[in-house]
């Protein structure tokens, strides 16, 4: 058994690379086509005042759905499209798509509605995107402060002169900008005030088990202080049960989203569910 094992291994490990390889490449030629073949779409989930669980925005997350594969996660589907470079389409395909739905959102309702849409780093470090999202801006005639863009740590790592750059041009368009699953990175607490973000979202990973983990607690308080001394608003992510939401609700956080809430979902659902009739979540 032992001499049989010897003579395997590389003949399993390359076996298991090629079939990934292979699923790579699939996946690969599929992102090529996939907005072209209109499998793109955006789903929307609801962002609330976590004090009075108005429904106060919402973040466009990107779905694909194709024939041959089924649903993607986007999670995948992002780090492919990003190595393929088609991640600059893809992008500015969600921009439009949600500056325009936030557009006709805040007609109907009459009051500020923002739209939070996820940028990759690789789009930071696409000379165009400051005047395309200008050019959206004024295309669809929203309002720049109900545009916040989420960016990751990863941002800030990549490149950071050119980061700091762009995020300066976005915020003299007066768009927000804000950092992402904040917590989980190597993220040094000056980046906070270098780069003048709006807003914190705390890591979901800090919520979930909140109610059953002290130190998990006391992070998210802490980063709920640290944001309220930089002057900064924070959103809760990851918020799943009436326990998360009263921990939320006693710190004194800002916003929140999560599956208590409202899940991610089409924008003919969300507009059914949360503007026809401006209910409050849950
Ligand atoms: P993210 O920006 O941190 O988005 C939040 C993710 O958490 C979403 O996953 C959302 O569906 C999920 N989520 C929301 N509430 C809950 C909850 O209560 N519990 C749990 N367990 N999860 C919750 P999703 O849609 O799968 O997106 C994953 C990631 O993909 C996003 O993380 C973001 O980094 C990326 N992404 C999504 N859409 C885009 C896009 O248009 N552009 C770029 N560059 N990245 C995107
Ligand atoms: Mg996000
Ligand atoms: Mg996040
Ligand atoms: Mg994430």
Redesign the pocket.
Known sequence: AVAKEQDQPFCFFSQQTQAELDKRYQLESYVVDALRNEELSVHY?PVVSVQNQQVIGA????RWNNAQLGEV???QF?GIAEKTGQ?NEI?NF?LRSAIQQAKQWQDRLGRPFRIA????PIQISDPRLVQQIDQLLRCYDLDPRSLEL?V?EGVLLQDSYQAEIVLRQLRDLHVRVSL??FGTGYSSLSYLQKYAFDTLKID?SFITDSHSNAQDRELARAIIALARKLNLKVIA????TEQHHRFMQQENCDYG????YG??VPADTFDADYIGLSRTAH
Not at 117 to 120: A, F, G, K, P, V
Request: aromatic share 6%; hydrophobic share 35%; net charge negative.
């Open positions: 989930q973040e466009a997350l990107l996660d986007p999670e992002i991640i992008g969600v849409i996820n940028i990759s989420e990751t992402d699953d979901r992510e990851g918020v799943e989203q999560g599956y208590w899940v991610p």
